[in-house]
């Protein structure tokens, strides 16, 4: 089955800075790849999701990019904000609406103002 | 748009006693997940229905754990006997057949004394 590894576990910046999370996987076939946020507590909620015929999108400060060759793919938060800070989870999926996630163990993000 | 309800939302049993948790899904969507996600951890799936068809349990602990979606739509997954080692959060998603996106529910924290 498909296996994902999700780097790091914790990531601390400061208010304005960059954030990079980067996730790999090991099902070749996977073909869909979406990013969750859970704030503590809370459930998670889709922010953005890239599908494997694309190598970047974009929705404002959010950008995530996609290598298929290496089977790797990354979040990258602009201009962070302290209410980005949650856990954020990468997953991996055939893609088909029927299909199943598999997730990262997620990465806790601490934006200090 | 109402979204995926779960309840009950906390949940404190003893050890050997049985437990029962709730999810509606958003409607229209025939597609529900359960997941299970313990502290610091992804969710894990457990089972997907595509409308009353369990599809994949190939995770669910099958001499203790239980789930059915009469109708297609409410679903309910039972635990009996619980042990310590279930203490933790089960979260219900759906999706619709066209999309790949899932929706989470708030979940049910669940604690085995």
């Known amino acids: 089955g498909e296996n994902v590894e999700q780097h790091p576990s914790t990531l601390s910046v400061q208010e304005g800075d960059s954030a990079v999370i980067k996730c790999t996987y090991s099902?070749?076939?996977?073909?869909?790849f979406p990013w969750y946020k859970q704030e503590l507590g809370k459930r998670p909620q889709l922010i953005i999701d890239?599908?494997?015929?694309?190598g970047e999108k974009k929705d404002q400060r959010i950008a995530v990019t996609l290598n298929k060759t290496a089977k790797h793919f990354s979040l990258h938060i602009t201009e962070t904000q302290p209410e980005d800070s949650a856990v954020y989870f990468c997953?991996?999926?055939?893609?088909?609406?029927?299909?199943?996630?598999?997730f990262g163990k997620g990465t806790m993000l601490l934006v200090s103002p | 748009e109402a979204g995926v309800v779960q309840s009950p939302r906390y949940k404190i049993i003893e050890k050997k006693q049985p437990v029962a948790f709730w999810c509606n899904p958003i409607?229209?969507?025939?597609?529900l997940y359960w997941y299970l996600q313990n502290l610091g951890q992804g969710p894990e799936l457990l089972i997907r229905?595509?409308?009353?068809?369990?599809?994949?349990d190939s995770q669910l602990p099958k001499d203790r754990f239980s789930a059915e979606r009469l109708k297609g739509v409410d679903s309910t997954l039972k635990i009996q006997p619980a042990e310590l080692g279930d203490s933790a959060v089960y979260l219900c998603?759906?999706?619709?057949?066209?999309?790949?996106?899932?929706?989470f529910g708030p979940g049910t924290r669940l604690t085995v004394l």
């Open positions: 998603a759906s999706s619709s057949l066209v999309g790949n996106e899932q929706f």
């Open positions: 099902d070749s076939a996977s073909n869909y």
């Open positions: 890239i599908r494997s015929n694309v």
């Open positions: 997953a991996a999926s055939r893609g088909s609406g029927y299909s199943t996630l598999t």
């Open positions: 409607s229209g969507h025939n597609t």
């Open positions: 229905y595509e409308n009353e068809e369990a599809v994949d």
